[in-house]
Structures are given as structure tokens and as C-alpha cells.
């Protein structure tokens, strides 16, 4: 395992921002920590980074409780980021380098090269717009190719090109055998790239696991008539959950336990009770269905 | 702690503030002692009656050994400059919100406490050797074939230091409470200027003797003033250089707890 967390607790004042959260991070994965705004994302990670510190529980990276030498090992990206203004984004990569050990002066070459932002290197970090500073934070996470990233709100003020930049050196890097730890909010961007989900709400932990088995517990029909309001009053007599807030484009979606339902009888039965379907099809549960029906939003 | 050191340097090195204060640190410890040589110049140098009178009352504070104490006193008055360089050290750090990534990127909160412990030690140890060449320079422009009197009085060199020191750890101290450069800087300036003064002056006024334990005070009588400013109240000259080890043994004590109390708070508290 690459990190245990065992029954984290946090409050701010009046405001319990982790509650008793426990799950476990294996080796070479992509962990997406999810959930809405205020949820306790960032609060967990600043704990896992010591910046923050639990009220209550524990965690443990590679075994070890948490400590510097730790951390050096790891590249992160903690909310925004934070470099010394009036330095360029290379001479504030040779401090990160100073600072965790990781690296030499080529490094600092590659990872520019690698987020895009080489030929800026010598600019004053002030004079970067939103995205080339996330870049550079990225860069200073990937600086001597840590085997383990923590990475919050990744793409967070970048372009769709940099979205896609992004996921895609995340996919590389999954591929090479790196853990990477993510939180975000955005869930197709987490279902894209994503091996394993734990969803937080109000600082407790509604889910966790790997994403396969999370989304399949369920199978999704979608369906589609000419009429559709006869069609949903017999969709009812199918036995499976109407998704009341994800029709769209004139379809109805209806949840039933996995396995338990095959189109063919579907199709069987509306067309038995005269209603011709124009559109049949057994969908895998979106995470965004499933985040949506976990945190109640 | 080398490695802490240069990634301090690292920081620093193309900070213009810095260079700006360094500046003007150098400029001001010579410049004060300029000053007054040349006051002191004009009033003894002329042939009148008034000034054998003033060189005689006077002596030479400018020769070996007195001129250890005098640049030494005359130094101290400007130690506010450093003091700037000091609060900025580590409150840049909250507002570019870099402490929180040191430590984020691998250090531990004793490493950078540490880094900002021995960046004040850094400033220190050029500012009193800046201190050591003025010295050398003025006393060698002052004395005649006294040379066995060279070495007397040397041990202002280490009280400079420890003064300087346990000042720029006020300094910092109030930086790390206030967080944010502008009130840390009015807040000391105040102080050190102002304030501690104010107060020391109406606890003198009553005679409280506590006026000598005021956290700045307490370092300041490191170094009393030169024995030619206390005219004729030898016996008052006397008592200050005697409180000396006393106050030694505070300095030494506030400063320790200064140091111990930024330590504990900074491991204990969320880093926001």
C-alpha cells in the first residue's frame, strides 16, 4: 500500500471538515478524491502533506507514519500555487529541488519541457498568467519523476488544451507504474482518468474503491419512444429506479441491481404493451450519476 | 545545515529588497561612526583653550581600545535597517504562502525554523564583522604605537554580536506573530523607536529600576555607552559595564525563549 488513512478527524471551529475518514491508496493507481466545494478535499491532503494537523487518527505512507524525509518522495500540489514572486519558474524549481532532494539541474529542464513553459523559464513567476503558474506547480510536483504525486485540482485555471495535457501525463504516468492521489471536483475529468474513487460530503467519506467497482454495482437502460410520457408510466412496471434528474434528449434512465435485467426482455416488454422503442441501450453507470445520488446534490 | 544556509541564499539572492537593505546597512554602520568622528574632529582639533578642554574630558574614543565600544554603541543605533531584512525573511514567506510548500516539498517545520534561525545568525555575522572593519579602520587611523592596547576591549566584538542577535530576534519574532511585513515593520519601528523609549524614560523618571529589563533595553546594556559620554559620572560608567554579565545571562535568556516559543508554535499550528 502507498498510504493507509485510518479514522481522520479535523474541525475548524464550529465546522467538522473530516469525520473519522478511513480508506487505503494501493500501488501504481490513479486515486480521485471527490467531492462539492467545502467537502474536506484539500483539508485531507493538507494532513497527509503536514500541513494541517488532524484532530484525530492516523496515516501512513509506505508503511511509515508521515514524516519530511516522506514527503521529499513525494511531488504534490496543494491548492494554489505557491512560489516566491519575484523569482523565475526555473530558479523557483531549483528551490523546490533544493528543498525535497529530488532531482538534478537537467530535471528542471525536463519538466518545463514537459508542462510547456521551457521557453518562459526565466520570466519573473508575477508575470505569469493563471495557467502558467499551474503549470509550473505541476512541474515542481513532477521534478525528479517522484513515484508518488498528491495533486489537488490539477487543471485548475488551465485551457482545454492544458486540460488535456494534463490528463493525458497523468494516463502516462499511471502507465508507468506512478500512484498518482488527485482530488477535484470534476467528475468527468476524475471518470477519465480515475482507477480508484473515494467521495467525500461534509467531511465524511460516502464511498471508496476501486472505480470499477463502485460504478458497476448497478446497470443503467436508457430508453426512448415517440411518446414518452406513456413510456415512463410503463417503464414503472419494470421494476428498476427511475433517474428523475437525468433524463435528457427525450430519453429516461432507469437503474437496476447488476445483471439483473437484459435488454431483450425490455424490449419484449414494451413492445407487448404497444410502445415501440426508438432508442435501447444498457449503459455503465456514470460517476457523476453516482456522485450525484451520493451526495444528495 | 549548510544545505538549509544555501537554499536560504537560494531565496534571497535576487530579492532587491535585500540587496536594497544591505545597502544601506552598509552605508549607515560606517556613515553613524563618520559622523561623530568628525564631530568629534571639530571640536578637538582646533588650537582654542575649548578644545584641549574638550580633548582632554574626552580622551580618544576613536583610538584602540575605546573604539570597540564607541563604533560598537554608535553601530547599534541602526540595527532597525537589518531588522527590515529580518521581518521580510519570513514574512515574504506567509504572503507568497511558501511555508507551507517547504514543507509540502520535504522539509520538516524544525528545518525551517532552522533555515530563518540561521538566516538572523547570517545577517548577524556580517553586520558585526561590517562592525570589526569599521572598527579596525578608525581605531588604526586613530591610535599611535599603542599597539599593545589593541586587543583591549575586543570583547565588544562578541557583545555586538549577541546584541545584534537578540535584536534581530525581536524582529523576527514579531514578523512570525504578525505574519504581514507592513504591521510588522510599523510595530517594531514603533517600538524600537518610539515606544520602548517613551516607556524606559517615565520608569527613569520614577526611578523603577525595571526600565533596564524592557526586552530591547535588556540587550541594549550589552554595550553602555562610550566612557567619554558619561563626563563625569564615572561611578554611573562603572555600574553599567559591571551590569554587563547580568545582562549577558538575560539576553541570552530572552533570546533562548524567543527561539523556543517560534519552534513549539510553528510545529503545533495548522499552516494556513
Redesign the interface.
Known sequence: MVLNIRQISKSYKTVRALQQVSFDVPENCVYGILGPNGSGKTTLLGILLDILKPDSGTFQWFGQGGNAEIRKKIGSLLETPNFYSYLSGAENLRITQSVSGRGRAKDIDDVLHTVGLHNRRWAPFKNYSLGMKQRLAIAAALLGNPKVLVLDEPTNGLDPAGIAEVRELIVQLYRRGHTIIMASHLLDEVEKVCTHVAILKNGQLLASGSTEEILSEEDIVELGAENITQLKELAAGLGGKMLENHHTNGLIHISFPKGKIRPEEINRYCFERGIILQHLALKRKKLETLFFELTGK | ML?LL??EW??MR???AFWWMMGLTALSYPGINYIFYNVYSQLTQQSDKASQYAKMMLGNPFAFPEVWQTVAYFSSWFVFIPAVMVIMFIS?EYS???H??????????N?FITGKLLDVAAVTLIITILYIIVSLVTGSLNSTGASGKFREKTHFIGLFFLQTFAQLSIAFFIGFLLKKAFLALGVFLFYFLILENIIIGLLRFKQWKIANYLPLEISDRLIPRPGFMYLTNAEEYRKDLDAIPLHVALTLLLTSAIWFYVYRQFN????K
Open positions: 544545505h544555501y537554499t537560494l531565496k535576487k530579492y532587491t515574504n507568497f504562502k511558501t507551507r510548500q517547504n514543507i509540502i516539498d520535504g522539509w520538516s517545520r528545518e503545533r499550528i495548522d499552516l
